[in-house]
């Protein structure tokens, strides 16, 4: 009885082993057929809009993008006009015919370069040929009355002649040098060719010629003007402002030029002490060395106002450009530009107030700026 007990134990203990295996196995198969969990991937690091712009000085004067140096002062700190530009007193000369003649030769035509002291034509002139031969008849009294003096001298000193005999012939010498002297410049003056038989029409600057009044064997009458001539690096900027405005701007103020879509530095020359008795305006002459502005061109000035005390900048417009809401501008390099975020406040005449983000001095895009914001775009995607 005790060993039957025995075997039945031994044989549940045995079954209670096998099916423990056998669920060992089950799990494990169903393990191996279950697939793994994925792992988590960590998430891809967004672009991130690049700190600059890489851009050389020709791709920068070949896309148009114009820089302009910025100073502190508020909106009440710039007066804004319009001016034109004019050949200054000593960047233009009008040429006229000395004499009366008629036009042989024409060496220059509109446009064309010329140098100081140049012949631009030539004007064939009976008054010509009697100032050359003025010259020449002074020129030999002078040169007879010298051989007279040379003799009294001679006889002065072997006491042959009285001393009042050498002194006249001294003092008509004097004279008829002085006589040949004057026949000279007149001549030179009148621009009297070295064959005497006409004047030349000289420039007296460096320049082109902007205006050309002249037909070949045209009758000219004496002061009729033929030529003018301009020199694009002598130029000034005229600016017509209110009397009230013209109290504030002093000699010597900081001018930002807006000239054919590029921004080029002046300053203030003088302001007339009067105003114009039609207008009721005064003057403000602008200085503008460098520009190479061309005569009879309109251009945008701001006239910059000292003694405000306000810490803001004032930019043009399309300086600020705009992405995912915020204001930025592009502050210029020494490899191209970079964005910097700004704020703005008020807007006026074209011309908005930076707040802060952007210091005084600092060279900023203006003209085109809207560019720099495409490509600033193009590089994020890229990236």
């Given at each position: 009885?005790?060993?039957?007990q025995?075997?039945?134990k031994?044989?549940?203990?045995?079954?209670?082993g096998?099916?423990?295996?056998?669920?060992?196995?089950?799990?494990?198969?169903?393990?191996?057929?279950?697939?793994?969990?994925?792992?988590?991937?960590?998430?891809?690091?967004?672009?991130?809009?690049?700190?600059?712009?890489?851009?050389?000085?020709?791709?920068?004067?070949?896309?148009?993008?114009?820089?302009?140096?910025?100073?502190?002062?508020?909106?009440?700190?710039?007066?804004?006009?319009?001016?034109?530009?004019v050949?200054?007193?000593?960047?233009?000369?009008?040429?006229?015919?000395?004499t009366g003649?008629?036009?042989?030769?024409?060496?220059?035509?509109?446009?064309?370069?010329?140098?100081?002291?140049?012949?631009?034509?030539?004007?064939?002139?009976?008054?010509?040929?009697?100032?050359?031969?003025?010259?020449?008849?002074?020129?030999?009294?002078?040169?007879?009355a010298?051989?007279?003096?040379a003799r009294e001298?001679?006889?002065?000193?072997?006491?042959?002649?009285?001393?009042?005999?050498?002194?006249?012939?001294?003092?008509?010498?004097?004279?008829a040098?002085?006589?040949?002297?004057?026949?000279?410049?007149?001549?030179?003056?009148?621009?009297?060719?070295?064959?005497?038989?006409?004047?030349?029409?000289?420039?007296?600057?460096?320049?082109?010629?902007?205006?050309?009044?002249?037909?070949?064997?045209?009758?000219?009458?004496?002061?009729?003007?033929?030529?003018?001539?301009?020199?694009?690096?002598?130029?000034?900027?005229?600016?017509?402002?209110?009397?009230?405005?013209?109290?504030?701007?002093?000699?010597?103020?900081?001018?930002?030029?807006?000239?054919?879509?590029r921004?080029?530095?002046g300053?203030?020359?003088?302001?007339?002490?009067?105003?114009d008795a039609?207008?009721?305006?005064?003057?403000?002459?602008?200085?503008?060395p460098?520009?190479?502005?061309?005569?009879?061109?309109?251009?945008?000035?701001r006239?910059?106002?000292?003694?405000?005390?306000?810490?803001?900048?004032?930019?043009?417009?399309?300086?600020?450009?705009?992405?995912?809401?915020?204001?930025?501008?592009?502050?210029?390099?020494?490899?191209?530009?970079?964005?910097?975020?700004?704020?703005?406040g008020?807007?006026?005449a074209?011309?908005?107030?930076?707040?802060?983000?952007?210091?005084?001095?600092s060279?900023?895009?203006?003209?085109?700026?809207?560019?720099?914001?495409?490509?600033?775009?193009k590089?994020?995607?890229?990236d």
């Amino acid at each position: 009885m005790q060993s039957l007990q025995r075997k039945n134990k031994a044989f549940l203990y045995g079954g209670a082993g096998a099916a423990l295996i056998a669920a060992a196995l089950l799990g494990f198969g169903i393990a191996k057929m279950t697939p793994a969990a994925p792992r988590p991937q960590p998430e891809a690091p967004k672009s991130e809009a690049p700190k600059h712009l890489t851009l050389t000085a020709d791709a920068i004067r070949q896309a148009g993008i114009a820089v302009e140096t910025v100073d502190a002062g508020g909106l009440s700190s710039q007066i804004l006009a319009q001016g034109s530009v004019v050949s200054s007193p000593s960047g233009q000369a009008v040429m006229t015919a000395r004499t009366g003649g008629t036009v042989t030769r024409i060496f220059k035509r509109l446009g064309d370069p010329v140098k100081a002291g140049e012949t631009l034509a030539l004007v064939g002139s009976n008054d010509a040929a009697q100032i050359a031969a003025d010259r020449r008849a002074a020129a030999a009294r002078a040169t007879l009355a010298q051989q007279t003096l040379a003799r009294e001298k001679s006889l002065f000193d072997q006491g042959i002649t009285p001393r009042a005999d050498y002194e006249r012939a001294e003092a008509e010498a004097e004279a008829a040098k002085a006589d040949a002297a004057r026949a000279a410049i007149a001549a030179g003056n009148a621009g009297v060719t070295a064959d005497g038989r006409g004047t030349r029409v000289v420039s007296p600057i460096d320049g082109r010629v902007t205006a050309a009044s002249i037909s070949l064997g045209a009758f000219v009458q004496p002061e009729t003007e033929l030529f003018r001539v301009s020199d694009s690096s002598k130029t000034e900027i005229q600016v017509s402002v209110s009397a009230m405005d013209a109290d504030r701007i002093r000699p010597g103020a900081r001018v930002a030029v807006d000239a054919g879509g590029r921004s080029v530095d002046g300053r203030v020359r003088s302001v007339t002490p009067a105003l114009d008795a039609q207008t009721r305006t005064a003057t403000a002459v602008i200085d503008a060395p460098g520009a190479n502005l061309v005569p009879g061109m309109g251009v945008r000035v701001r006239i910059s106002v000292a003694g405000h005390g306000e810490s803001a900048v004032v930019v043009p417009e399309e300086a600020v450009q705009s992405a995912d809401g915020k204001d930025m501008v592009f502050v210029r390099t020494a490899a191209g530009f970079a964005p910097r975020p700004v704020v703005t406040g008020r807007r006026s005449a074209g011309r908005i107030e930076i707040v802060s983000g952007l210091a005084s001095g600092s060279a900023i895009a203006t003209d085109n700026a809207f560019l720099l914001k495409a490509e600033l775009g193009k590089s994020a995607e890229e990236d």
